[in-house]
């Protein structure tokens, strides 16, 4: 309610700043399960900003969940290429492209990902999974075990672990 009554402020003052629109999607998308009002309040920041990554991102994400894969691609490419440091977009990116089959491409763009922080949580913990879906078991645990030796990463290490070893068929582990 607060980050809603923030957006519909700021409109209120400012109807011209794209991510107001971008916030105002998001409230819509994870709080309202608004699909098509999050998608008309990302187009309309679009519309002001179709250079901003952060939107771009947003609606491929958006795309993501909707199932428009390809078109989730193009929109999370582009955000990469507006932001290329940015972790979360190259990690989103990564599942994107494992999401539509392309393991080589996820595989190539989440060691990206991780080249640009190795301390990036999200980052590790896909590569570990991502290598236990190719059978590189050993590799996928080794990565694991390094993503939970990672800062603030106990629950998301651990978990990612579990689902390691199960993807391995060490189900006592």
Not at 34 to 54: F, S
Not at 78 to 103: K, V
Not at 123 to 134: D, E, H, K, P
């Amino acid at each position: 309610p607060k980050a809603r009554a923030a957006a519909m402020r700021a409109l209120e003052l400012d109807d011209s700043i794209a991510g107001v629109y971008f916030s105002l999607a998001i409230v819509r998308f994870l709080y309202d399960w608004d699909w098509a009002g999050a998608e008309a309040e990302i187009q309309r920041g679009l519309r002001l900003a179709p250079n901003d990554a952060a939107g771009q991102f947003l609606y491929g994400e958006w795309l993501v969940v909707m199932g428009r894969l390809s078109e989730a691609l193009q929109r999370l490419e582009r955000a990469l290429d507006l932001n290329p440091l940015s972790t979360p977009i190259s990690a989103n990116l990564a599942a994107a492209y494992y999401f539509t089959g392309q393991m080589d491409r996820a595989l190539e763009q989440i060691r990206k990902t991780k080249e640009l922080d190795p301390s990036f949580i999200a980052g590790s913990a896909f590569l570990a999974v991502l290598l236990a879906r190719t059978g590189c078991y050993e590799e996928a645990i080794a990565e694991a075990l390094e993503c939970i030796s990672l800062p603030g990463s106990d629950l998301r290490g651990r978990s990612t672990l579990a689902l390691v070893y199960a993807i391995a068929g060490r189900t006592e582990e």
